[in-house]
Nanobody
Framework: QVQMVESGGGLVQAGGSLRLSCVAS????????MGWFRQAPGKKRLIVAT????????YYADSVKGRFTISRDNAKNTVFLQMNSLKPEDTAVYYC?????????????????????WGQGTQVTVSS
């Protein structure tokens, strides 16, 4: 059974930083792309940042470029999201998910539909 467990969310003031972690289990972690996504109340779920199975390539939403960094540690089955210069509009539930397709197939890092096996999410609240 594929499982994602996110942690690291919380309440932070605007301009602050948080680091999210997601531990994956159930499939060979190093074979799959990983991603962070977020969903604000009443809004649809959006891509925040994604990373290839090797960590060579990344994709960021325009709204977080230059402020957020995605990384992964394949030895620890963990993907991270370092969030700096947080803004109130970053407030959302943050989810991690795994790519649907293994390293032998193409995963479109910019397409949410290429990811599944969602975690339960972690709340990030940025106060102004």
């Amino acid at each position: 059974q594929v499982q994602m467990v996110e942690s690291g969310g919380g309440l932070v003031q605007a301009g602050g930083s948080l680091r999210l972690s997601c531990v994956a289990s159930g499939r060979t972690f190093s074979d799959y792309a990983m991603g962070w996504f977020r969903q604000a109340p009443g809004k649809k779920r959006l891509i925040v940042a994604t990373i290839t199975w090797s960590g060579t390539y990344t994709y960021y939403a325009d709204s977080v470029k230059g402020r957020f960094t995605i990384s992964r540690d394949n030895a620890k089955n963990t993907v991270f999201l370092q969030m700096n210069s947080l803004k109130p509009e970053d407030t959302a539930v943050y989810y991690c998910a795994q790519g649907k397709y293994g390293s032998s197939s193409y995963t479109n890092l910019a397409d949410l539909a290429d990811f599944d096996s969602w975690g339960q999410g972690t709340q990030v609240t940025v106060s102004s």
